[in-house]
């Protein structure tokens, strides 16, 4: 599987990403899946402190005994968790981050992490989020750092203070958000985008039909539920084959040059095989590219700015 380099970094992650916040809570399951995964040639896995309060990074980590340096490792950290109340509260502070990363790297039974993400990302963000990142790195005890936000405004921010190599989001081809005014800029300023999300909850999967039904009764985003539904039908008749709506999708969000990985969860080893099973180095055409574009439409970004 093609890699690519994330950011400037010297990180290079495999085109599609195992986003590991479904593999549920079953050691033995997890780690068939993770291994799935990494047999397909995926290199990289995202996680987060907060995804099972602690349980998922706990599992990843156990996953990985033996197999460590095969792997990009993603987590994230800013929201201050009770596990035991189950409960969370955002907090970018210097202080949360510097004890967040010592929990996680307990928790994922490693002494480094590859790629270590703020959790979300307000306006109101101090200063000192980034310096706790600058601090970390220059230790050894990460090796680049970014954000995972759709927000704008925030991003912006980001990439004229920072030296952040990549911005996890969603994108899919019903969320066309980024296209307007985030990945272009992130592009131009060398800065990798991790699409998450871009399935659209399976409504762009090959089970889209079953997931229209179950999932979008109330529409998505922009999108009516009889809109879905003709956006599923349409790209059926385009690409007479249902099976292709997995790999047309996630090719859709690669061909951007700012998309250095697309990250899919999977809770079985056929979610795995579904997302994995086609040749990532062909590209789609430009003329499918655009096709889809007009089955779709650009939306923007109005209340996450």
Known sequence: MKKNQLGQSDLYVSELTLGCMSLGTENQKASEIINQALDTGINHLDTADLYDFGMNEEIVGDALKGKRDQVILTTKVGNNFDKAKEDWFWDPSKEHIEKGVKESLRRLKTDYIDFYMLHGGTIDDPDESIEAFEALKKEGVIRAYGISSIRPNVIREYVSRSTIDGVMMQYNLLDRRPEEEVL?????????????????KGMLSNNAVKQIEKKGQDGFLDYSFDELKLIQQTIAKQSNNASSFNALALKYVLKHPAVATAVFGASSISQVTDNTNFNTSKTLTDETYEGLKQITKPIEYAKHR
């Open 184 to 200: 272009d800029l992130l592009h131009e300023n060398n800065i990798s985008v991790l699409a998450r999300g871009p399935l659209a």
